[in-house]
């Protein structure tokens, strides 16, 4: 208990102390917020290029699909916000040789690493998702009730873990290769697979997304569950990948401690 | 210090070196180049989408036509990818651009070649990718004549010289402003949507396809992606607002240019 509450004191910290040095640049948040915005509407247009004419786009209407897009918008924001602020200094600690002065603190090194600070790039974003998703679910047929919506903010967070774990996963890699930073790149490119329902993609693919690289379970499963359309077995395997990936990421990054030699050795 | 002038003057020796310096630069790098060529499978995932999708079957292009204007459009991406502006910034802030001043030789000049060396050595990743599409999808192949990829190249070569400008236009905003980088999101935001790389702009409605033909991005990557893909096109008008932009956007970029480094104090903005 008083290891708990230590690390969510240290946990205040980190993140006042980030967006205090953050608010210095105000005029890139208004510059982020309008990207945001252009950038939503972009991927709602080409979403819209699908539909028109009574067409659905894999067994999802209009509606249902821009849940998906609200989701994806939601996580994407996470990531700016959350995940890459903190997982893309990892490769820099491992160059500078800086990483030994994290191992060194009497906390838990990957709890430092992932949570040290926040950037507020990704805020406008998750709050357009959010936005997105309170717009276009109603309208697709969802009723919420206390005990629906609860589930699916469990599943949603599933999704959270999911996708930190995936980043976590590919930044650990760093202690071996500097140069796989930008394999996140590539993990960027194909996460926006999400922004559409996974049933739109031919059945190879679907395969793909959801058993090798969990797409399915970030931004479908969690638009399945906000619109009712959830089930028990749903909900049990988002939980499970979501548990499956934070344990291999912590075990891999125990296991890639082993090999690190500190900078310059 | 007009941009041109030194080449005239002393023929293509400058060039080969400025290239084959930066090629031996960007080879170091090519793991990387080799993770950005990865990175930019955006198209082949809109192209399942495309295929799958009965609004696909409504384009009118056919499967076949649909599979080679996805990997043209990813081919001619990665022939015309513009960073100059990360590169600049960087050069500026860190103070690296004081002696490329100094010499007798316009700096941009060095970031196209920097730009043109990085194409080199991506062109096994994308070969290598272009070859595993077509061992996925045998049926999709084909081979442009050469009066065809001539034509391609050449409207590859317009589109990078366009997202050239554009982007030196705003990297020479860096003059005046630390964060001008930032204006680069606001840039690539109509790029992405309205270039054909998500969608080829026959799927556009008809209101929007003509309001986005006055804007440069069609040109970008929808035209030379249609030429190589051996679609219907219209060559005529696409080489000419090609050309338009270019006579545009590059008297305004030098402009802009000088009236930076007229405030550039050699250290920060």
Known sequence: ?265 | MAIGSPLRKRGFRPARALLSSQFALMSEYRAEIALWALSGLLPFIMLALWRQAPAGAALGLGSLGLDRYFLSAYLVRQFSVVWVVFAFEEDALLGRLSPYLLQPLHPLWRYVAAHLAEQLTRLPFAAVIAAVFFLINPGAFWLPSVGQFVLAALATLGAFAIAFLLQSLIAALCFFSEKASALERLLFVPYLFFSGLLAPLAAFPQGVRAWAQWTPFPWLIDFPARLLAGLPVALGVGFAAELAWIAVLLPLALLLWRAGVRRYTAMGA
């Open chain 1, 1 to 265: 208990m008083a290891a708990l509450r230590r690390y969510l004191l240290t946990l205040r910290r980190f993140w006042g102390t980030a967006l205090a040095g953050q608010l210095e640049y105000q005029l890139n948040v208004v510059l982020e917020l309008l990207a945001a915005i252009a950038n939503l509407a972009g991927s709602v247009f080409i979403l819209s290029l699908f539909f028109g004419q009574g067409r659905a786009l894999g067994g999802w209407s209009w509606q249902q699909a821009l849940v998906v897009q609200g989701v994806y918008t939601l996580l994407d924001g996470v990531a700016s916000t959350w995940l890459r602020p903190n997982l893309g200094a990892i490769v820099t600690h491992v160059r500078e040789g800086t990483l030994d002065f994290v191992l060194l603190k009497p906390i838990d090194s990957q709890f430092w690493l992932s949570l040290r600070t926040l950037s507020p790039a990704g805020l406008s974003e998750i709050a357009l998702g959010l936005g997105l998703i309170a717009w276009a679910a109603p309208r697709a047929g969802a009723t919420f009730r206390a005990s629906g919506l609860a589930l699916a903010l469990l599943v949603l967070l599933a999704a959270l873990v999911t996708l930190y774990s995936l980043w976590f996963l590919l930044a650990t890699t760093s202690i071996w290769f500097v140069k796989t930073w930008n394999a996140t790149e590539v993990l960027r490119a194909a996460l926006t697979a999400g922004r559409f329902p996974i049933s739109a993609y031919p059945p190879g693919l679907r395969l793909l997304f959801t058993v090798v690289l969990p797409v399915a379970f970030l931004t479908t499963v969690p638009a399945e569950m906000l619109l009712g359309r959830g089930s028990a077995p749903l909900l049990g395997a988002a939980l499970l990948v979501a548990g499956v990936s934070f344990g291999l990421s912590r075990a891999f990054w125990r296991f890639a401690l082993g090999h690190y030699t500190s900078a310059s050795s």
